[in-house]
């Protein structure tokens, strides 16, 4: 019997066996990708903070299909060299899906190492490059790049009537292809753009850029990067006297974005779905309370819900194929009817985007709140 025992071992260490684990059959592990710390840490606290409550909250219901979630979380710091260590990191612990990364260059860095495991993805990511792969794994949470272009060329010339556009971004996939997405999205509508140009993200000092934006008199400045930086383009345009609007793409929405601007974010405007608290559903709300109940504080912005909508969807399609069949969970995810979310219905096409948008346009006020300044009908 020992001399038995002994073989079974030495078997089950080379991986011809596989091990006993008793305790995995009675969990389901879910994936947290996120910039845990880094420039973009606020954003991945809210993510991995949002997901761990959801988790809490479904298995003091019971867990799904009689089962307990399970969080694993992995910093990828926002960084590339970071994302192929996380998600290798992530399939060899086995969990069935993966939610995020935040930004959209971290979440296609991903994509690849998740679809040949079978490991469902969803990602708040706008790249429309992120859903062009054709990986069935991936699901997209929030709006694709060129439905935000195509409101923002409108609320530019069609609303506002500017006849001098600027536009920057940084160099990042996110911001590069809404930026490209919306010179086209402007030139079609006939607007006038004078000036497009890319800094380098995390380089502080945007001065001489701004100066070259200056010299063609704009009359509005669309920036479409990261709040990170997008507070101190604001704030350096002011002192330098660039009299146009700012107007700021979505990775703008974030409380940061009011302290690194400081009084110069008075009078800017932020591009994005509705922020937290202007959510119309019940469902935000009771989420919202817990959030703030547990954590002394607010979401940093409507990305951390997003995510958690895309992590309510996946465990919605295990609840309703009554199993843990990737493929078959993505395949009616992909099909299903609008499903109720914190965000609005949840419902996906058949390359991943999540379908419908509903932009709106703020102007940031003296005390750093918000007021809707457009909104499509």
Known sequence: MKRILAMFAALTALGLIPALQVSAADVIKIGVQAPITGQYASEGQGIDKAVRLLAEQVNGEGGVLGKKLEIVSCDDEGTAMKVAICARDLVNKGVLAVIGSYTSTCAEAAQRTYFQAGVLQTSDGTADSLTQHGYWTFLRNSFPNSAEASFVADYLVKEKDYKRIAILSDFSSYAEGLADATV?????????????????????????????????????????????????????????????????????????????????????????????????YELAKDFLDSYKAKYGEMPPSIWTLLNVDGM??????????????????????????????????????????????????????????????????
């Open 184 to 280: 086209e999205a402007i030139e079609e509508a006939g607007g006038n753009i004078v000036f497009r140009d890319k800094i380098k993200a995390g380089a502080q000092n945007f001065t001489p850029i701004l100066t070259n934006a200056k010299s063609e008199n704009p009359d509005v400045i669309f920036f479409a990067g990261y709040y990170t930086d997008g507070g101190l383009l604001r704030s350096q345009q002011v002192a330098l006297g660039v009299n146009a609007d700012f107007v700021a793409g979505d990775a703008n929405d974030n409380p940061d974005f009011i302290k690194l601007a400081g009084s110069a974010a008075e009078g800017a405007y932020i591009v994005n779905v509705p922020t937290p608290n202007m959510l119309p």
């Open 312 to 377: 309510r969807a996946i465990l919605h399609g295990m609840e309703e194929t009554g199993g843990t069949d990737t493929k078959k969970i993505a395949e009616y995810l992909h099909a299903m009817e609008p499903y109720p979310g914190i965000t609005g219905p949840i419902a996906f096409a058949d390359d991943g985007n999540r379908t419908g948008s509903g932009y709106m346009a703020y102007r940031i006020l003296e005390d750093g709140t918000y007021e809707i300044a457009y909104r499509q009908n």
